[in-house]
């Protein structure tokens, strides 16, 4: 299973060092590692024998990762394997992902979806002036940086279309837009659960609502009824979502790390110029007290417990974990 888009590494335990298990998938884990320069990176492992015939999509999807250098977009930093794995060096996003973020608050408030709405937007667009179509945009796919920036990760199911000018493929992306715009705002997805195909009745007879009690804008209302448009010819492109009416209200230059979990009061601020003055002026810093902070270090000496490093890799990836 060799190929020249993959290097071997026979030892990566001798390399790396894990600090951290991240999450697993259907193939694999991802863990948070440290190489032997002290830098601290996201390593993805994809177990081979798990792929059998879909070895072919991991290139495909190294190919097209390999294509992305953007601020928004989880960057791919090497790949290597061993007997048994496929490994993604990638860029560490320390804060989780979108979808934990609105699990955690159940609804964003409209400039946080503001400013990640344009975050994301930039990452499609950019992906789409290079012909390629994520296909799997969702909450789960989107991380977050230690500085509070989106990052648009998993190009599994991406492809690179051959052709230019066959908008209807980038707009199927569109709509993915529209959906995470949604659950961000009300916290649940628009069509709700059921089989496939009441699911596609629902996208075809626009059986959505919005709910009743939702403090919601009419301009968040009408830019994400224009996007989850069943007729693709007649849905928004990006240039048009982008001067949509929705994003000529507040839009924060940043995030506090605190608004994982916890809503800022936006409220508050309607002059954008206010937003730039106290994010310039003022250090933004979490709602703790200082006995917050000596049970935060108690926590952070207990996970500083010292692990053989060749006990983890034999946990995670020769133990049988996946």
């Known amino acids: 299973m060799q190929s020249q888009t993959i290097k071997p590494l026979n030892r990566p335990d001798e390399e790396y060092t894990i600090l951290q298990f991240l999450g697993e998938g259907g193939f694999g884990i991802c863990v948070k ?8 990176f996201a390593l993805k492992a994809i177990k081979k024998d798990a792929l059998g015939q879909n070895f072919d999509d991991v290139l495909n999807e190294i190919n097209i990762h390999r294509q992305l250098n953007h601020q928004n977009i989880v960057t791919l930093y090497d790949v290597f394997d ?5 490994y993604f ?3 560490l996003c320390s804060n989780q992902s979108l979808f934990d973020m609105v699990v955690n608050r159940g609804e964003l408030t409209e400039p946080e979806v503001r400013f990640y709405m344009l975050q994301l937007l930039d990452a499609v667009d950019y992906m789409h002036n290079k012909n390629i179509l ?3 945009l969702k909450l789960e796919n989107i991380f977050i940086s230690e500085d509070m920036d989106l990052k648009v990760g998993d190009f599994g199911l991406s492809i690179e279309l051959e052709s230019t000018g066959q908008r209807f493929n980038f707009e199927a992306d569109i709509w993915s837009l529209g959906v995470i715009m949604f659950m961000m705002i009300f916290g649940e997805s628009p069509f709700g659960v059921g089989d496939r195909s009441e699911v596609i009745n629902q996208i075809l007879n626009i059986g ?11 301009e968040a209302m009408d830019l994400i009824y224009l996007i989850l448009n069943p007729e693709y010819d007649a849905r928004l492109t990006i240039p048009e979502i982008r001067h949509h009416p929705f994003f000529n209200g507040a839009t924060p230059p940043g995030l506090p790390t605190y608004a994982l979990t916890t809503a800022p009061n936006y409220n508050i ?21 200082d006995d917050d902070d000596d049970l935060n270090d108690d926590a952070d000496a207990d ?3 010292d692990v053989d490093n060749e006990e983890m890799w034999i946990g995670y990836f020769l133990g049988g974990i996946i």
């Open 33 to 40: 590692v440290e190489d032997q320069d002290g830098q601290v």
């Open 82 to 86: 061993d007997n048994d794995f496929v």
């Open 89 to 91: 060096k990638m860029e």
């Open 134 to 136: 994520h296909q799997d």
């Open 208 to 218: 959505y609502d919005f709910p009743d009690n939702a403090e919601v804008s009419n």
């Open 269 to 289: 601020i309607t002059n954008p110029e206010v937003w730039s003055y106290i994010y310039k002026d003022y250090p933004v810093v979490t709602n703790h007290d």
């Open 303 to 305: 996970a500083d417990v």
